[in-house]
């Protein structure tokens, strides 16, 4: 089984600890190489920090995924999940951006229209 299937595993049955180590392993083995891999592992350490309540590491490991690979299929679900870690700080208008540049940079995505609900939810017009 390759090491991105156990650590998806791992953090679907809540062993979120060993599922970052697993996945900052697969970044260090192949930093950079392969993209699609290293972005997705990155995504799921964010998943992790943020299922765990750690907002503030949660946007910072999805700011590395937007940084690193924006062309990235996680890219759009980085975005939209820091919007959610805002709101869980309570800093409503970092979130807000973080939903108007998904609906601005990835308008065709499925995160897009979460992000439109999410707006529309909070008051703001997505038109």
């Excluded at 600890?17 to 997705?40: C, D, Q, R, V, Y």
């Excluded at 503030?56 to 820091?82: C, H, M, R, T």
């Excluded at 807000?96 to 540049?101: A, D, E, L, M, R």
């Amino acid at each position: 089984m390759c090491r991105r299937r156990r650590a998806t595993i791992r953090w679907r049955f809540t062993r979120r600890p060993i599922a970052i180590i697993s996945a900052a392993t697969t970044i260090s083995l192949w930093p950079g190489s392969i993209s699609e891999l290293s972005s997705n592992a990155e995504y799921w350490i964010g998943e992790s920090l943020y299922s765990q309540k750690k907002y503030s590491e949660a946007i910072e490991q999805f700011n590395g995924v937007v940084n690193k690979y924006p062309k990235s299929d996680k890219a759009p679900g980085a975005l939209l999940k820091k919007g959610y870690a805002y709101l869980a700080l309570n800093d409503r208008p970092r979130a807000i951006v973080q939903f108007q540049y998904v609906v601005h940079e990835y308008p065709s995505s499925r995160e897009a229209a979460l992000a439109k609900d999410r707006l529309k939810q909070l008051g703001i017009d997505t038109k």
